[in-house]
């Protein structure tokens, strides 16, 4: 009888440690990522040193479409219904105010500190504060650059008048036969071109929420791509043209300047490239006294106001935005840093030695328009440049149509008044 | 006993309702209001800004041209191939009825299903086509990145999907045809091509004109495959209407916009459609005075 | 040779599918010869979620879909072929456009009603909206089938004192049966292939139907090679419906024949 119930004590104890010591073990918070698969490729590492690094929390990475619109739309079918199984976003910089303005993200203020963005390159600061709050934190950034050969000139251009001058002289020569290459087919490339254009001219974009898009500095930037077309340096085919398009055509010595982002470096020196060695870049011409503009692209991790682990997110976020993850980054993928200190570290700089030019065509750098309705107000701009750059348009009568068009689109989606 | 039978008929006809009328109505709403990302998801009257926009919008007109383009190619090509075929299965064959069935397989497949093959058929330089194409030393033809062709290949692709339904709704009417009326005419030496003018075609033109109806309704709405194949590209080039209205909702987050394009739609298959279904009205009284 | 030509064109690019499935990345891509393998297939069945898992889900919206229909479309169309011809006619004139209606453009009232009223990511509630853009056709074709059994036969079953439901049951329904099989047929298809509806309503992973998750793995597509896996993808996801057609061929055509002709 008393070993019975010796026995039942002996079991219960047992049961009770057990019990205790599976709740006191503690428990491991699950974290998950959307990214691009580029981008989720390219972190595989970071990923699995956090996780080691990191017992009580388990990261995991979804590979996200490889277009970048197919990514965004993942996220937000997910977000209308109310729910999302992600906590961070790799978001591009012309997401966020949207996902911002719908409610969806979480102020990374409170949990980053006041100096968050304190160790950030100028011009990586951009797109991710505004109405007064953190919502991203940046994680590589790009920014639009103006290629040149060096072989075919002592110095490259500062102002549209010199580029011109230089392309036809160069091609007078024979030297090359065309003179400049962009991208200016009808999607977001082209906006980033235009952009560049437009403030070197002194024209702005969206101003208050206003659009400034038939001033007479808007309509010179759309009559210089225009004329660059008609007189011969720019080819008529840049209506379809994309970047691996204008790479092509330079890369085979058929321009001596384009305009691409900084991963057509990395291609143009390969070892197998006809110009290796042969390129420089600089930030895009622009008039006396106006600035040489780079549009700013970069990708940046934000929170999902949802998440039920954002103390955990936030390591996740420090931890793959740190100056060791953009240096892994930068050295095995190419993928240029945002963090100040990553750019003047020494070890870098000797690897990457362009990474000082990058540095200051990053703090030229100027933003798309950070507005919600930024996807319509691009659609309907590179719509009407792209009729320009065709000829179809006089480029006074298409600004004039983009710009009713423009604030007809923030009135009726609750812009304005 | 009258209000049994409706009684019967309330819960379909009440989902009915919910179902088709409901939309409308909201959406004739809805195009009155700004409701959009900037408006906090909120619906706020702005009256008739929103058609304003779709009337001043390029990319309405272009997606509108690009679906008509498509819908009319597609129909087309639809209820020639789907006659050809419905003449076919109407002879008396051997293992008629497994090629009917055969026939009728890609009409049962998924859209989406079939479109992610597609892709890889029309794929250049790996797909079969392009393969093929080497092979016998023509130049390659860039199906889906030149903008000029990519509107074909989704044709192609719509057409193989629908045609069964056509060929067998024409089938169908094929077989309502008395025998006796061929034989008839055999007897009176008339060849094939007039038996077809004068005896068929005319008899077969209510169920044409249903399956002409039916089919350019579908393919006014046309989603599904265009997503999938070509997202609407190369450059917007095979983007529809219910793509652009359905992309202004879900990317967008402009739902006042969004439920403004839906309604351009389906007044654009009103239209349509009305004007199909008047012709037959009118032509079946012609006939009718023909008697 | 006509026929040849038929069977070609059908059965064309199915077979290539099945074919594109079962042969390895670098035979795709003609890099390399041979390289015949499952290792397509058994990526996509242990893949996360795994595939059957979509088919799975097809079905059961599938099934509430037909059975939602059924329950509705039978009393209405039995009601349709007993009303007058004037009314009748006029109500069904409607049904017919209605059956022709792209879905597609209802779909953002759709998406609203699920964000309101709680319907999103379950499966069973996409039965309601499926349900609603079936009963056109459903209504069509079962009310042609009532139009065929003669007045008489529920005549006399009045007469021996059967009431609505006895009539149902007994005469009306047993009659009824091939035609309500074509009905579920038809729904059951429209189920498996709906595409817009589901995209919208559904976002959970684990929760899609064949169609929409076919399309997210279009999407995610990294390279335009290997396209083994999604042919592989392909191929499961046509099978279901293959092995559909062909047992219950007549079924299928006779409903689609009806429904259209009678409507």
């Known amino acids: ?417 | 006993m009258r209000w049994r039978l409706w009684l019967l008929m309330a819960p379909a006809l009440a989902l009915l309702l919910a179902i088709f009328a409901a939309p409308l109505l909201h959406y004739l709403w809805l195009s009155t209001q700004a409701q959009s990302v900037l408006t906090g998801l909120q619906p706020q009257p702005i009256r008739a800004q929103q058609w304003l926009r779709l009337w001043n919008d390029g990319r309405f007109w272009q997606d509108t041209w690009q679906t008509l383009r498509f819908s009319a190619a597609s129909v087309s090509l639809e209820m020639l191939f789907g006659l050809a075929v419905a003449l076919l299965l109407n002879q008396p064959l051997r293992g008629r009825g497994l090629l009917r069935t055969i026939s009728l397989l890609p009409w049962a497949l998924p859209t989406t299903v079939m479109a992610l093959g597609w892709r890889w058929i029309f794929n250049d330089p790996y797909g079969p086509i392009s393969r093929l194409l080497a092979g016998l030393e023509l130049p390659a033809i860039p199906f889906l990145s030149n903008p000029a062709l990519t509107w074909m290949a989704t044709v192609g692709a719509d057409t193989w999907k629908t045609t069964p339904f056509v060929a067998l709704l024409l089938l169908a009417g094929l077989q309502t045809i008395p025998a006796d009326l061929y034989e008839a005419a055999a007897l009176e030496g008339a060849t094939p091509w007039k038996t077809l003018r004068r005896i068929t075609l005319p008899l077969l033109t209510p169920y044409l004109l249903i399956a002409l109806l039916f089919r350019l309704a579908q393919a006014l709405g046309v989603f599904d495959l265009i997503q999938v194949l070509t997202g609407g590209g190369p450059a917007g080039s095979t983007e529809s209407l219910a793509l652009y209205a359905y992309l202004n909702a879900m990317r967008f987050l402009d739902f006042g916009y969004s439920a403004t394009l839906l309604l351009g739609s389906f007044a654009i298959l009103l239209i349509l459609c009305g004007a199909g279904a008047l012709i037959w009205r009118w032509s079946l009284r012609w006939q009718g005075s023909l008697r | 040779m006509a026929r040849l030509m038929l069977l070609l064109w059908s059965l064309g690019p199915m077979l290539w599918q099945l074919y594109s499935s079962l042969r390895s990345s670098e035979a795709l891509s003609g890099l390399g010869a041979g390289g015949w393998t499952f290792e397509n297939y058994r990526q996509l069945l242990q893949g996360d979620p795994p595939f059957l898992t979509y088919l799975i889900n097809s079905v059961v919206v599938g099934a509430s879909s037909t059975a939602l229909t059924l329950a509705l479309a039978v009393p209405c169309a039995y009601a349709l072929s007993r009303l007058g011809r004037r009314q009748a006619r006029a109500l069904t004139a409607l049904v017919a456009a209605a059956a022709a209606f792209p879905a597609v453009l209802l779909f953002l009232a759709l998406l609203e009603l699920a964000r309101d009223w709680h319907l999103a990511n379950q499966l069973l509630a996409l039965s309601l909206p499926y349900a609603g853009l079936c009963l056109p056709l459903a209504i069509l074709l079962l009310q042609a089938a009532f139009a065929d059994i003669p007045i008489e036969l529920e005549e006399a079953a009045l007469i021996e004192g059967m009431g609505l439901w006895q009539r149902l049951r007994w005469i009306l329904l047993p009659l009824m049966a091939p035609a309500m099989a074509s009905s579920a047929l038809l729904v059951f298809l429209f189920s498996w292939n709906e595409y817009p509806i589901a995209l919208t309503w559904l976002s959970r992973t684990e929760l899609l139907t064949l169609a929409p998750a076919m399309a997210r793995i279009a999407g995610s597509s990294v390279y335009t090679i290997p396209y083994g896996a999604f042919a592989a993808a392909t191929v499961l996801g046509s099978a279901p419906l293959i092995l559909l057609m062909l047992l219950f061929q007549r079924q299928i055509i006779s409903g689609l024949t009806q429904g259209a002709i009678k409507g």
């Open chain 1, 1 to 417: 009888m008393a070993q019975r119930w010796r026995l039942l004590l002996v079991t219960f104890s047992v049961a009770v440690l057990l019990t205790v010591g599976a709740l006191a073990r503690p428990q491991i918070e699950p974290v998950s990522v959307l990214m691009p698969a580029p981008f989720a490729d390219a972190t595989t590492e970071l990923v699995s040193a956090f996780n080691r690094s990191h017992p009580r929390i388990a990261l995991s990475v979804t590979r996200g479409p490889l277009e970048t619109e197919a990514v965004s739309d993942l996220a937000i079918s997910s977000l209308l219904l109310g729910e999302s199984p992600y906590d961070l976003l790799l978001m591009d910089v012309s997401w966020t105010p949207k996902y911002a303005a719908a409610g969806w993200l979480e102020p990374l203020d409170r949990w980053l500190g006041p100096d968050a963005l304190g160790d950030l390159a100028p011009g990586a600061e951009l797109g991710n504060a505004f109405s007064g709050q953190l919502w991203r934190f940046p994680l590589v950034a790009d920014m639009g650059l103006l290629y040149w050969r060096t072989d075919l000139m002592a110095a490259p251009p500062r102002t549209p008048a010199e580029l011109v001058a230089i392309s036809r002289r160069l091609q007078r020569e024979g030297r090359v036969p065309w003179g400049y290459v962009w991208q200016g087919k009808q999607y977001e490339g082209l906006s980033c071109v235009v952009l560049e254009v437009l403030r070197g001219f002194g024209g702005h974009w969206l101003v208050k929420n206003q659009p400034q898009l038939d001033s007479p500095a808007a309509v010179a930037a759309a009559s210089w791509l225009q004329d660059l077309v008609r007189q011969g340096i720019t080819p008529e085919a840049v209506a379809n043209m994309g970047e691996p398009e204008a790479l092509q055509l330079f890369q085979a010595g058929d321009a001596a300047f384009m305009r691409n982002w900084p991963y057509a470096w990395a291609e143009l020196n390969k070892p197998d490239s006809p110009l290796r060695g042969k390129v420089a870049f600089t930030t895009m011409v622009s008039e006396e006294g106006e600035p040489h503009a780079a549009t700013q692209g970069s990708w940046g991790f934000s929170m999902l106001a949802g998440s039920q682990h954002k103390a955990a997110a936030v390591e996740v976020l420090r931890f793959l935005t740190s100056a060791e993850a953009q240096k892994q980054l930068n050295l095995r993928w190419g993928y240029t840093p945002t963090r100040l200190s990553v750019f003047e570290d020494p070890e870098l700089r000797a690897a990457n030695p362009v990474l000082t030019d990058l540095q200051q065509a990053l703090a030229a750098a100027v933003l798309r328009p950070l507005s919600p309705v930024y996807a319509q107000l691009s659609d309907l701009l590179y719509r009407d440049v792209n009729t320009v750059i065709t000829g179809d348009e006089s480029a006074p009568t298409a600004m004039r149509a983009l710009q009713s068009n423009s604030e007809r689109l923030l009135r009726s989606s609750g812009g304005q008044g």
